[in-house]
C-alpha cells in the first residue's frame, strides 16, 4: 500500500473515530433517555426523502407510520434519536403534553428555529420564519386580520364555491366518481383562499385572460405557485431554467409577486377606502395604521405574510379536507351520524345556514378534529434549546424522570405521537368524532401548534371545514370507489390503502383517495 492510500486511510479513520466520539458525548448529554441512532440527522431533507433504512435513515412520514409505537418501545413519552453526519448530535421527540406545554410557555428558553425556515422567505419575512421582535411584530398586525369578519367571508366564499362545483361541474349528477378527492379539495381550498385572503374571487369554469403587461393570469400564478412550492424550495434559482416545468414555476412566483406589488399600489391609491375583509386587505390597512412601530411593514413583508397565509390556506387545508372524506367513506355510520346532525340542525333553523350558525355544527367540527388527530398536517413541530436546562418526561408507569437537555439540543414536538398516547386517547387507532363532543385533554392535541405561536389561521380552517361538510354531507353519501382489483381486501387493508400518506417535507400528503359521491334524495 503506497503513502497517500495509508495516510487516507489514516485520515478517514480519524474521523470516523471523532464522529463517534461526539455522538457518545451527545448519548451522554441527555442521561439515559433510550432511543434510536441512525446515521443520517432525522430532520434532513435527505433522510426524509429516502426510505427507512436500519440505522442509516428515518424515512418518510415515519411518524405518521408509527403513531406512539416508538414511544412505547423505549418506555417513556420522549426519546433521544440520536444521529452522526452531517453532525453528531441529539434530536430529541417529545410525545408528552406536560413537556409540550412547558416548551411552548418558555419561549425564550425553547426558542423556533428559524434558520430551518429561511428558504419560506423568498417573497419576504413572515410570521413563520421569525423570532424575538419581528414575530412580535407580524403577529400584532395578523392576528386582527383573522378577524369574525373575514372568518364570514371564509363561510360565504366557501358555499359560494361548493355549489359552483355541484351546479356547475358535477350538473347535480346523481353518481359522481373521483379518482383521487384532491381533485376536489384542492381546487375548493384554492378557490376560497383566493377570495378570502386577496379578495379575488374565482370559478370552476371562468377562462381568463392575462391582462395587459402579464403572461400569466392570476389563477393559474395563484395554482402554480401554491402547488409548487416544493420545487421552489429545493430548486437552485439558477437551475430554474432547465425543464418547462421549472421555467412555468418560475413566471408562476414571479406574476404572483407582480400581482400581490400590483394590489398594494391599487389600494393604496384609492380616494376612497372600500370595506373589504379579506387578509391582503386587512394587512395592508393595519400596516397602514401602525404609526407607532419604530419600522412600518415593508411591502416585501406584507408580501411574505400573506403568501405564508396562501401556504397554509391552501395545500395544507385541501389534504386535511381530503382525509376528511376519505375517513367519513371508511366509517359510514359516522358519516350517517354527521348527516343526521347535519339534517337536524339545518331543519331547526329554517333558513340556509351561514357562519353565525357555525357552532351548532358540533359532529362537523367533532370530524375535522378527529381527521386532525389521526392525519395531522404537520408531523412535527420544531424547537431547541437556547440554554443548558431540564425536562420532566413520563415512563410507562406514569412515574416523572428528569432529564438534562443541554444547550443547543433540537427538539421535535411528536404530533401523531401526541395524538395516538393511549394515556390521553382511548382507543387511539379508531376514528371516533364523538371523544370531541365531550371533555378532552386540549394539551394532547396539538395540531395548529401550542402557546403564543399557535396558528393564527386556526378559525380559517374550522369555518372552511364545517361549511363544506356541511354542504357535501347534507347533499351527497360519500364512499370509497369500487375497483375490482381490491374486492377482496378487508376494512383494515382498505383503511391502510385509502389513508397512505407521503410527505413534501412541509405537509402530509394523501397519495391517492378514490371516492364516489351518490346523491342524496
Known amino acids: 500500500m503506497d503513502t497517500v492510500n495509508l495516510l487516507a486511510y489514516a ?67 420522549a426519546y433521544a434519536h440520536k444521529h452522526v453526519w452531517p453532525e453528531p448530535g441529539v434530536t430529541l421527540y417529545v410525545a408528552d403534553p406536560d413537556m409540550i406545554k412547558e416548551i411552548t410557555t418558555y419561549r425564550s428558553r425553547f426558542p423556533k428555529p428559524v434558520w430551518k425556515y ?23 398586525i395578523s392576528a386582527p386580520a383573522f378577524s369574525e369578519s373575514n372568518s364570514r367571508l371564509v363561510w360565504d366564499e366557501t358555499s359560494r364555491v361548493v355549489y359552483d362545483l355541484i351546479d356547475n361541474v358535477w350538473k347535480r349528477a346523481d353518481t359522481v366518481h373521483i379518482d383521487h378527492v384532491l381533485e376536489v379539495t384542492l ?30 393570469n392570476f389563477k393559474d400564478a395563484l395554482r402554480i405557485a401554491s402547488e409548487n412550492v416544493i420545487i421552489k424550495l429545493s430548486v437552485p434559482k439558477s ?35 372600500e370595506e373589504r375583509h379579506d387578509l391582503f386587505s386587512s394587512l395592508l390597512d393595519a400596516a397602514d395604521r401602525d404609526t407607532e412601530s419604530e419600522r412600518k411593514l415593508q411591502d416585501s413583508e406584507l408580501i411574505g405574510n400573506t403568501f405564508i397565509f396562501l401556504l397554509a390556506g391552501h395545500e395544507t387545508a385541501a389534504h386535511t379536507l381530503a382525509f376528511c372524506f376519505a375517513l367519513l367513506a371508511l366509517y359510514p355510520d359516522k358519516q350517517e351520524k354527521l348527516f343526521q346532525n ?41 424547537k431547541y434549546s ?43 387507532d379508531e376514528f371516533r368524532p364523538e371523544r370531541f363532543l365531550g371533555e378532552y385533554n386540549k394539551d394532547a392535541f396539538l395540531p395548529f401548534s401550542g402557546g403564543p405561536r399557535a396558528c393564527v389561521g386556526r378559525r380559517f380552517a374550522e369555518t372552511e371545514a364545517v361549511a363544506l361538510l356541511t354542504i357535501f354531507i347534507s347533499q351527497y353519501r360519500v364512499s370509497v370507489k369500487e375497483d375490482p382489483k381490491y374486492a377482496a381486501e378487508t376494512h383494515e387493508q382498505c383503511r391502510a390503502r385509502i389513508l397512505k400518506t407521503t410527505t413534501n417535507n412541509i405537509t ?11 346523491r342524496r334524495m
Not at 432525522?42 to 412520514?61: A, D, E, K, Y
Not at 431554467?241 to 391599487?266: G, K, P, W
Not at 406514569?398 to 404530533?415: D, L, N, S, Y
Not at 402530509?508 to 371516492?515: H, K, N, R, W
Open 342 to 382: 347535519t339534517k337536524d340542525v339545518i331543519s331547526s333553523l329554517g333558513h340556509s345556514p351561514g357562519y353565525d350558525d357555525m357552532s351548532q355544527f358540533t359532529y362537523s367540527i367533532a370530524v375535522f378534529y378527529e381527521t386532525l388527530r389521526i392525519r395531522p398536517s404537520i408531523p412535527t413541530i420544531p
Open 239 to 273: 437551475a430554474l431554467c432547465l425543464t418547462q416545468r421549472y421555467r412555468e414555476v418560475d413566471l408562476a412566483y414571479n406574476e404572483l409577486e407582480r400581482y400581490m406589488t400590483q394590489m398594494i399600489h391599487s389600494r393604496r391609491q384609492l380616494d376612497e377606502k
Open 118 to 140: 429561511g428558504a419560506i422567505s423568498f417573497f419576504g419575512k413572515n410570521i413563520v420564519a421569525s423570532e424575538g421582535e419581528d414575530w412580535k411584530r407580524y403577529r400584532k
Open 386 to 428: 437556547a440554554e443548558d436546562t431540564a425536562l420532566n418526561v413520563k415512563g410507562a408507569d406514569g412515574q416523572t424522570t428528569t432529564i438534562p437537555v443541554p444547550k443547543g439540543t433540537e427538539i421535535e414536538f411528536h404530533v401523531p405521537g401526541l395524538h395516538n398516547n393511549p394515556r390521553y386517547w382511548d382507543r387511539p
Open 508 to 518: 402530509a400528503i394523501p397519495v391517492q383517495i378514490p371516492l364516489t359521491f351518490d
Open 187 to 216: 381546487p375548493i381550498a384554492l378557490f376560497t383562499i383566493s377570495a378570502a385572503s386577496f379578495g379575488r374571487c374565482m370559478t370552476f369554469t371562468e377562462e381568463l385572460e392575462s391582462p395587459p403587461g402579464f403572461t400569466m
Open 11 to 77: 485520515a478517514l479513520a480519524v474521523y470516523l473515530a471523532r464522529l463517534w466520539m461526539k455522538r457518545n458525548k451527545a448519548v451522554r448529554s441527555v442521561g439515559k433517555l433510550p432511543g434510536p441512532t441512525t446515521l443520517l440527522e432525522p430532520t434532513t431533507l435527505l433522510s426524509n426523502l429516502l426510505p427507512r433504512i436500519p440505522f442509516i435513515s428515518n424515512g418518510t412520514v415515519r411518524e405518521l407510520a408509527t403513531g406512539y409505537a416508538d414511544f412505547a418501545a423505549v418506555g417513556y413519552d
